[in-house]
């Protein structure tokens, strides 16, 4: 491709136009003649086919319909051949509907035109293609067949091969999609892929490098001419377009040659290719260690065995999504349940609480011997108490009832830590927050459960607990570690953050330390922090907890701000 002469900023090319009707023929030819590019004819596809083997275009225009080789299946011996399958072909055809743009589609065609209608825009077409071409060359020279090799004998050996090459990839397909119901783990699944294709690179490798649930994996097979110093070739490679760093395990398979004496490999190729959907992040790399020849002949049912396998695992990704998504809705429907059942067995006792303790205090103003006193005395203590843990059930739940009003967490802090003056409390709290909303006797009573766990947490030790507060302007997380039990609240948030440098969790209990009966403690009942997490969600705020043993605990909460006065 050249530039005009009359004007250089207008690119020239060399376009072959093959229709069996001269009258239309013509019509193209003198449509891109008239805008200064180079043309050659031909009356059929066959002789298009000759004259590409010695004189190569930028661009090719063709007939949909045509005697010996019609513009269908010359699109496609172009696009199978690794020397011209970057060559723009545009298709033309008197038929708008039905299986002309089908087969268009089918054949690997740039461009579909009807012809009338858009004969016209024909030149606008292949410059539009070739401007969005890469710089390299459109037709591989050097791979071109000889002309003499082209004859009519030729061209049908050519186009059966396409024809098997269409079958392989229609096979390929349907297998590789097969796996899906009988694989049902990615690794799996890249093995079964692996075992499709070794035929095709033995003596040579293959290997599938992917991301795991738990890391980057590689998976490989190999032929007996691939030692130890090539398969860390390919691993490496692997990894770099894996763009994984580091070391990670790739587990290797010997397989035995096809044929006795098939054990060399006389023109190897290193290459790689992408493992996806053309739309979706690459998943994993697929790297051949081959004879370049079989690269050549294959690599179209490489690329289709990589797009296929992709496919499968963004499906097993999707499936790994959807089955935590109904985990976790499970979950969630079960601590709905639960709450709603706490919610009214705690309304119910607390009924049945209030009207015992009424008619104890009644008895108990009643003139009666001291023995009897102290028995009411007693009762009404464990009332009291029954009372509470009531309170503490419909606090869990999330269902207690609230007066929410603006208020300063400052303040609220500062009298949480003058209510415990036995713990050493450091305050770093930040000056003029605005107000948040909520009920100050529930949120103190989180607090307070916070603040008490981490007294507990250091024990007789001399360690020390901090209290920090500051402004989020964005709901985004300082830290991307440790457990997550409600969501952050949307828009600008007040962060109050509790620590201590006690003894800290394991992983087991930081899971469980907001469950309803669940402590560590040998006579806890396991209801301070689960109620404290109750209170946070009907307060629509976001807790999360870090923890390490022997380094301390920290307790991450965002509060939504109050809304303004109108």
């Not at 390919?234 to 994984?244: D, Y």
Request: with cysteine.
């Amino acid at each position: 491709m050249s530039t005009s002469e009359s004007d250089p900023s207008l690119p020239v090319f060399t376009v072959l136009v093959a229709d069996d009707r001269l009258p239309e023929r013509n019509l193209i030819k003198t449509l891109f003649q008239h805008r200064g590019h180079r043309v050659m004819e031909a009356a059929d596809g066959a002789e298009a086919l000759l004259m590409l083997a010695s004189n190569p275009a930028d661009v090719v225009v063709l007939d949909g319909v045509m005697p010996i080789l019609d513009g269908y299946q010359l699109c496609r011996l172009l696009k199978d051949d690794p020397a011209t399958r970057h060559l723009p072909v545009i298709l033309l055809t008197g038929q708008a509907e039905g299986l002309s743009r089908f087969w268009a589609r089918i054949c690997g065609a740039d461009r579909f035109l009807l012809k009338g209608r858009d004969s016209t825009r024909v030149v606008e077409t292949a410059l539009g293609l070739l401007a969005n071409r890469p710089g390299a060359p459109l037709v591989d020279r050097e791979t071109c067949v000889d002309s003499q090799e082209l004859g009519i004998e030729a061209i049908h050996q050519r186009l059966g091969k396409a024809l098997e090459h269409q079958l392989l990839e229609s096979a390929m397909r349907d297998t590789i999609g097969h796996l899906y119901t009988l694989q049902r783990d990615a690794a799996d699944m890249a093995g079964a892929v692996l075992e499709l294709l070794h035929e095709l690179v033995l003596p040579g490798a293959i290997h599938l490098a992917l991301r795991g649930t738990e890391g980057p994996v590689g998976i490989g097979l190999h032929g007996g001419s691939v030692g130890p110093e090539t398969r860390a070739t390919v691993e490496e490679t692997a990894h770099k377009s894996l763009g994984q760093g580091g070391s990670w395990p790739s587990t290797w398979a010997q397989r035995p040659p096809l044929k006795e004496s098939c054990t060399e490999l006389q023109d190897p190729i290193l290459f790689s290719l992408p493992v996806g959907l053309p739309a979706s992040p690459t998943s994993a790399w697929m790297t051949l260690y081959l004879e370049r020849c079989t690269f050549h002949e294959y690599e179209r049912l490489f690329q289709v065995a990589c797009l296929e396998l992709g496919r499968l695992l963004d499906l097993v990704h999707n499936r790994r999504q959807l089955a935590q998504a109904e985990e976790a809705l499970r979950q969630a429907q079960k601590v709905e349940s639960l709450a709603l059942m706490a919610s009214g067995v705690a309304h119910d006792f607390n009924n049945l609480f209030q009207s015992i303790m009424g008619n104890l205090q009644v008895a108990e103003l009643s003139p009666t011997d001291e023995r009897g006193k102290l028995a009411l005395a007693r009762a009404l203590t464990a009332v009291q108490k029954g009372a509470v843990l009531g309170r503490r059930m419909s606090e869990t739940s999330g269902r207690m009832w609230c007066v929410t009003a603006p208020m300063d967490l400052n303040g609220l802090v500062q009298e949480v830590v003058g209510a415990h003056s036995h713990l050493a409390c450091t305050l770093q709290l930040t000056e003029a927050l605005p107000p948040i909303a909520g009920d100050r006797n529930h949120l103190k009573l989180a607090l307070s459960h916070i603040v008490e766990n981490a007294g507990e947490a250091i024990g007789s030790g001399t360690g020390r607990i901090t209290v920090s507060t500051r402004m989020c302007e964005a709901s985004l997380p300082e830290t991307h570690g440790g457990r997550w039990f409600t969501e952050l609240p949307m828009g600008r948030t007040v962060a109050l953050t509790i620590s201590d440098n006690g003894c800290g969790a394991i992983e087991e209990v930081l899971e469980r330390m907001c469950d309803p009966f669940f402590s560590t403690k040998q006579f806890g009942r396991g209801m301070g922090l689960a109620a404290t997490l109750g209170i946070l969600r009907a307060h629509g705020a976001a807790l999360q907890v870090e923890s390490r043993v022997d380094e301390g605990t920290r307790c991450h909460i965002w509060l939504p701000l109050a809304e303004p006065c109108a």
